[in-house]
């Protein structure tokens, strides 16, 4: 059974910077794109990037994201971070990763099969 666990989440501030954890459990990346996505309070769940774990490349949603976020993974290749730099208050949401095999979507979260339950971040000002 395919299930993510997401962690690192909680209370940081303005300019501030946290490290978020995916984990597989019962598996591995292998063949695996792993995306990571945020919704905040009335707002719709937005892509932040895909990493695509067999070629060890991540995507990011935008140039602005890429700046401020890097995705990498460990070498076991059961665990895909989210370094967040630089936090604004407009980051705060809750954080999710989710999965399908092989290649990144373009239909952002519809394109996905597994979620984590998502952890929360909040920035203060």
């Known amino acids: 059974e395919v299930q993510l666990v997401e962690s690192g989440g909680g209370l940081v501030q303005a300019g501030g910077s946290l490290r978020l954890s995916c984990t597989a459990s019962?598996?591995?990346?292998?063949?695996?794109?792993i995306g990571w996505f945020r919704q905040a309070p009335g707002k719709e769940r937005e892509e932040i990037s895909c990493f695509e774990s067999n070629k060890n490349i991540a995507y990011y949603a935008d140039s602005e994201k890429g700046r401020r976020f890097i995705v990498s993974s460990d070498n076991a290749k059961t665990t895909v971070y989210l370094q967040m730099n630089n936090l604004t208050p407009e980051d705060t949401a809750v954080y999710y990763c989710?999965?399908?095999?092989?290649?990144?979507?373009?239909?952002?979260?519809?394109?996905?099969?597994?979620w984590g339950k998502g952890t929360l971040v909040t920035v203060s000002s």
């Open positions: 019962g598996f591995t990346f292998d063949d695996y794109a």
């Open positions: 989710a999965v399908r095999r092989y290649y990144c979507s373009a239909y952002g979260p519809r394109g996905m099969d597994y």
